[in-house]
T-cell receptor, first 115, second 112 residues
Framework: DADVTQTPRNRITKTGKRIMLECSQT?????MYWYRQDPGLGLQLIYY???????NKGEISDGYSVSRQAQAKFSLSLESAIPNQTALYFC??????????????FGAGSRLTVL | QKEVEQNSGPLSVPEGAIASLNCTYS??????FFWYRQYSGKSPELIMF??SNGDKEDGRFTAQLNKASQYVSLLIRDSQPSDSATYLC????????????WGAGTKLIIKP
C-alpha cells in the first residue's frame, strides 16, 4: 500500500457541485499539505496542517476548505466547483525538522475536471 | 514576491552526456533548496536537497549551490532515457513558516 493515498484518483464533475478529495497517510507524519498543479506551472499550496488542531491557508485557499480529521487524514473540499479549479491535486506529508520539514512525500494525485 | 525561476525547456540531451538543470531564486533569505523529479502524470519525488554553498553529490546526481549568485543547479551524469522527466526546483525560507516556493519545472528529454 502507498504511504500517501488519495481518493478519488480521477473525478469529473459539474459547475456548482461540492467535491471532496481525501488523503490518508501511513508515514506517521504530523504535517500534511494540499497542492494544486496546473500545466506549465509550479505547485501551488492550497492549505497545510502541522497537526490536528493547526490548519493554515496557503497561497491559493479561496474556494477551498480543509478538514484534518486525524493525524493520518486530511481532506480538501470544493464547496461549489468552478471550471478554473480543473487541475491535478496532490496531497503531501512531511516530518518535523528544518530540512525534514520539507522533504515531502506526495500522493499519486487526484485529477479533477469541472465542466 | 518570492520567486523561483526555471527554464521550462524542453532540454534535450544525448544519452550518456551530462544534463545541467538550472534554477534561480529571488529571496536572499532562502536557506535550503530541493530538487524533485516528476514523470508525466505522476507525483513529484525528491532527488536531493542542498543548504550549503558548493557541491553535493549523490550517485549520478550533483547539486550545486551559489548563494551569492542566488543560483542552484542539478547535474545528471551519464544521462539515461529513464531520466527524462520534469525537474522541479524548490526553495525554503525560514520566514515563510517552512513553506516551499516552487519553480515551474524544466522538462528534460534524454535522446537514445
Amino acid at each position: 500500500d502507498a504511504d500517501v493515498t488519495q481518493t478519488p484518483r480521477n473525478r469529473i464533475t459539474k459547475t456548482g457541485k461540492r467535491i471532496m478529495l481525501e488523503c490518508s497517510q501511513t508515514k506517521g507524519h504530523d504535517r500534511m499539505y494540499w497542492y494544486r498543479q496546473d500545466p506549465g506551472l509550479g505547485l501551488q499550496l492550497i492549505y497545510y496542517s502541522f497537526d490536528v488542531k493547526d490548519i493554515n491557508k496557503g497561497e491559493i485557499s479561496d474556494g477551498y476548505s480543509v478538514s484534518r480529521q486525524a493525524q493520518a487524514k486530511f481532506s480538501l473540499s470544493l464547496e461549489s466547483a468552478i471550471p478554473n479549479q480543473t487541475a491535478l491535486y496532490f496531497c503531501a506529508t512531511s516530518d518535523l525538522g528544518l530540512a525534514g520539514a520539507n522533504v515531502l512525500t506526495f500522493g499519486a494525485g487526484s485529477r479533477l475536471t469541472v465542466l | 514576491q518570492k520567486e523561483v525561476e526555471q527554464n521550462s525547456g524542453p532540454l534535450s540531451v544525448p544519452e550518456g552526456a551530462i544534463a545541467s538543470l538550472n534554477c534561480t531564486y529571488s529571496d536572499r533569505g532562502s536557506q535550503s533548496f530541493f530538487w524533485y523529479r516528476q514523470y508525466s502524470g505522476k507525483s513529484p519525488e525528491l532527488i536531493m536537497f542542498i543548504y550549503s554553498n558548493g557541491d553535493k553529490e549523490d550517485g549520478r546526481f550533483t547539486a550545486q549551490l551559489n548563494k551569492a549568485s542566488q543560483y542552484v543547479s542539478l547535474l545528471i551524469r551519464d544521462s539515461q532515457p529513464s531520466d527524462s522527466a520534469t525537474y522541479l526546483c524548490a526553495a525554503l525560507t525560514l520566514g515563510s513558516n517552512y513553506q516551499l516556493i516552487w519553480g515551474a519545472g524544466t522538462k528534460l528529454i534524454i535522446k537514445p
